[in-house]
């Protein structure tokens, strides 16, 4: 019998709600950030950066430490990507 590897222990043992929970928070507040971008002309996709942030955040709760610092990383590279997107926008 072989050991499981982490995404196949979440799968199993219902594991990731917490960093589900997050994200949904998170994907909320970058929803809201995007309204607000949208009602000054701008197309920005702000709720999956801030997604992962949230996401990250759960995972810590669950102790999911390898799945928080990619989720980090990824939530900081899509604000990053945000900001320069929003930018090259407003320069038009």
Do not use: H, P, Y
Not at 10 to 20: L, P
Not at 54 to 82: K, R
């Amino acid at each position: 019998m072989r050991e499981l590897n982490n995404s196949e222990v979440a799968a199993v043992s219902g594991a990731g709600i917490f960093a589900n929970i997050g994200q949904a928070i998170g994907s909320a507040l970058g929803g809201v950030v995007d309204l607000g971008t949208g009602w000054g002309g701008l197309e920005t996709n702000a709720a999956t950066a801030v997604g992962k942030l949230g996401s990250s955040i759960g995972s810590l709760l669950e102790f999911n430490i390898q799945g928080a610092i990619s989720d980090f990383g990824s939530g900081i590279m899509g604000i990053i990507n945000f900001g320069i997107d929003a930018i090259s926008q407003l320069r038009k």
